[in-house]
């Protein structure tokens, strides 16, 4: 089946340790992006890439990198520079809005916590 | 620049009751509207969405009418279900299609039997 798969489910992490978030998708999209989720304040956009080798950043980032080698792939790194890493993580997959009638599919996530 | 405006949960009603949930949104151009679901420990899935004024979207029994006037976009259930104990986004894009989604703050939903 097609979508999109994000790994681990939970992951804990030392403080002033980098830790990098998986996301592959087999839907043959284009454009992939990365959100955080916090109680209360919706989604915000950390980065998004609209094709392979390019990526541009979102609203929130400060602290995170990403890389776009592989058109399956956008793995996002969490750095030590980010203060507050303690999020929800999701990753999701679009074609690029050329077309009317598309929709963003969204992984099940990733629980970062900072021990 | 682009925002969306939900009105703030918790929602809680019981079985049968009706639902709306308001969506307001801001924008420049003629962004395409969207509501996404998300039940508990999951990503979200598209729910319904109206890609240009006075479409409706419907799904699962939930509408929503693209209102530019009002630029408005209220979700709308006739009758509830405990399975719809979820998070409802209102999310907008400013270009056609998914790009750079701008998400409301999120109204959880709670029915009780």
């Excluded at chain 1, 804990?12 to 996301?23: D, H």
């Excluded at chain 1, 992006?33 to 392979?52: A, E, F, K, T």
């Excluded at chain 1, 203060?83 to 969204?106: D, V």
């Excluded at chain 2, 530019?68 to 259930?77: D, P, W, Y």
Aim: glycine residues 10%; contains cysteine.
């Amino acid at each position: 089946d097609g979508g999109i798969t994000q790994s681990p489910k939970y992951l804990f992490r030392k403080e002033g340790q980098n830790v990098t978030l998986s996301c592959e998708q087999n839907l043959n999209h284009d454009a992939m992006y990365w959100y955080r989720q916090d109680p209360g304040q919706g989604l915000r956009l950390i980065y998004y890439s609209q094709i392979v080798n390019d990526f541009q950043k979102g609203d929130i980032a400060e602290g995170y990198s990403v890389s776009r080698e592989k058109k399956e792939s956008f793995p996002l790194t969490v750095t030590s520079a980010q203060k507050n890493p303690t999020a929800f993580y999701l990753c999701a997959s679009s074609i690029p809005g050329t077309q009317m009638n598309t929709e963003a599919f969204f992984g099940q996530g990733t629980r970062l916590t900072v021990v | 620049g682009n925002s969306v405006t939900q009105m703030e949960g918790p929602v809680t009603l019981s079985e049968e009751a009706f639902l709306t949930i308001n969506c307001t949104y801001t924008a420049t151009g003629y962004p395409s509207l969207f509501w996404y679901v998300q039940y508990p420990g999951e990503g979200l899935q598209l729910l319904l969405k109206a890609t240009k004024a006075d479409d409706k979207g419907s799904n699962k029994g939930f509408e929503a009418t693209y209102r530019k006037e009002t630029t408005s976009f209220h979700l709308e259930k006739g009758s509830v279900q405990v399975s719809d104990s979820a998070v409802y986004f209102c999310a907008l894009s400013d270009r056609g299609g998914s790009e750079k989604l701008v998400f409301g703050k999120g109204t959880k939903l709670t029915v009780n039997p």
